[in-house]
């Protein structure tokens, strides 16, 4: 038997009726007329070959056949309306899962305030981190092996797109105890001499950039590169080195009790970027989650340096 020509409405009017006992209540609960219902039920009936009810002129009772229909239909019905729901949550941008790739420091301190923040009012969206070196972002978002990448300014070509969403200085972190620390803003000439450790090739090659322009008798050397922010962070704490980093790492550099000095002249800035694909249209809770993203790290970035100015003060 084939139950393609089976109607949803077939099986509303079906458990409409076993729940009012009656045709007319039915009606009036499905906004149709009775003849309607009446009708939709010997369809039904039709198609499943046996009676729902036995009718009387006094009432309107499940059938032996109906009974062991029952809880089949209900069945049904649940999964369609969970369905249904399922798609309004889905189109509203209210359910889904969402693949995040950031590396560690935004992975660590940003990213999970702001999942926090959109899960009050998105309970239903599903938002993973995953962890991510910053030379991968883009080529994982490429990949579509995440949906969007929060991080630092990378070269993105066609296929990805970086918006940016804060610019954060570079700024020197050392202990409170270090011979720089009473300054108030460094040069880079006061960093010649100093151990300077750097984190990952992109934060070496970050540190060359910063200096290409400058004299030759400024320039520094990083005298280690590690492949961990914390690492850096944690010999930076022992007065063993200084680290280079920009300004929004604070939330983590000072866990381990770091101080911030500006480096100026010249001052470098770096963008943190969303990055998406351009290729793939996101999923509406991708995308819902984008848009709020976007606007939740720039204010982020305002508390976060805020916060730092206030400790300095």
């Given at each position: 038997?084939?139950?393609?020509?089976?109607?949803?409405?077939?099986?509303?009017?079906?458990?409409?009726?076993?729940?009012?006992?009656?045709?007319?209540?039915?009606?009036?609960?499905?906004?149709?007329?009775?003849?309607?219902?009446?009708?939709?039920?010997?369809?039904?009936?039709?198609?499943?070959?046996?009676?729902?009810?036995?009718?009387?002129?006094?009432?309107?009772?499940?059938?032996?056949?109906?009974?062991?229909?029952?809880?089949?239909?209900?069945?049904?019905?649940?999964?369609?309306?969970?369905?249904?729901?399922?798609?309004?949550?889905?189109?509203?941008?209210?359910?889904?899962?969402?693949?995040?790739?950031?590396?560690?420091?935004?992975?660590?301190?940003?990213?999970?305030?702001?999942?926090?923040?959109?899960?009050?009012?998105?309970?239903?969206?599903?938002?993973?981190?995953?962890?991510?070196?910053?030379?991968?972002?883009?080529?994982?978002?490429?990949?579509?092996?995440?949906?969007?990448?929060?991080?630092?300014?990378?070269?993105?070509?066609?296929?990805?797109?970086?918006?940016?969403?804060?610019?954060?200085?570079?700024?020197?972190?050392?202990?409170?105890?270090?011979?720089?620390?009473?300054?108030?803003?460094?040069?880079?000439?006061?960093?010649?001499?100093?151990?300077?450790?750097?984190?990952?090739?992109?934060?070496?090659?970050?540190?060359?950039?910063?200096?290409?322009?400058?004299?030759?008798?400024?320039?520094?050397?990083?005298?280690?590169?590690?492949?961990?922010?914390?690492?850096?962070?944690?010999?930076?704490?022992?007065?063993?080195?200084?680290?280079?980093?920009?300004?929004?790492?604070?939330?983590?550099?000072?866990?381990?009790?770091?101080?911030?000095?500006?480096?100026?002249?010249?001052?470098?800035?770096?963008?943190?970027c969303v990055y998406r694909s351009t290729e793939r249209a996101l999923s509406p809770s991708a995308d819902g989650f984008a848009d709020f993203v976007m606007l939740w790290l720039k204010r982020w970035d305002r508390?976060?340096?805020?916060?730092?100015?206030?400790?300095?003060?």
């Amino acid at each position: 038997m084939s139950l393609t020509r089976v109607t949803i409405r077939q099986f509303e009017a079906f458990l409409a009726i076993v729940d009012l006992h009656s045709i007319g209540a039915a009606a009036q609960r499905l906004g149709l007329t009775s003849s309607a219902v009446s009708q939709l039920l010997a369809e039904l009936e039709t198609e499943l070959g046996f009676r729902l009810f036995d009718r009387t002129t006094r009432r309107v009772a499940l059938s032996s056949g109906g009974q062991d229909f029952l809880s089949s239909a209900e069945s049904v019905l649940r999964h369609v309306r969970a369905a249904a729901q399922s798609a309004d949550d889905i189109r509203n941008r209210a359910a889904g899962i969402v693949r995040v790739g950031a590396p560690l420091v935004i992975a660590s301190t940003a990213l999970p305030a702001a999942i926090a923040e959109y899960a009050r009012d998105k309970p239903k969206v599903v938002v993973r981190i995953c962890d991510t070196v910053v030379e991968q972002l883009v080529e994982r978002v490429e990949s579509g092996d995440i949906d969007l990448a929060i991080g630092p300014d990378r070269q993105s070509g066609a296929r990805v797109r970086g918006e940016p969403a804060f610019a954060s200085p570079w700024v020197m972190w050392c202990s409170a105890a270090h011979p720089l620390a009473p300054r108030r803003r460094v040069q880079w000439p006061h960093l010649r001499g100093v151990p300077i450790v750097a984190t990952g090739r992109d934060h070496e090659r970050a540190v060359a950039q910063m200096l290409a322009n400058l004299p030759v008798e400024a320039r520094i050397i990083p005298v280690d590169v590690v492949d961990n922010v914390t690492t850096a962070f944690g010999l930076a704490a022992q007065g063993l080195a200084v680290t280079l980093a920009p300004a929004y790492v604070a939330p983590l550099a000072r866990t381990f009790g770091l101080v911030m000095k500006r480096i100026v002249d010249p001052e470098t800035i770096r963008e943190v970027c969303v990055y998406r694909s351009t290729e793939r249209a996101l999923s509406p809770s991708a995308d819902g989650f984008a848009d709020f993203v976007m606007l939740w790290l720039k204010r982020w970035d305002r508390e976060t340096q805020a916060q730092v100015r206030g400790k300095r003060a």
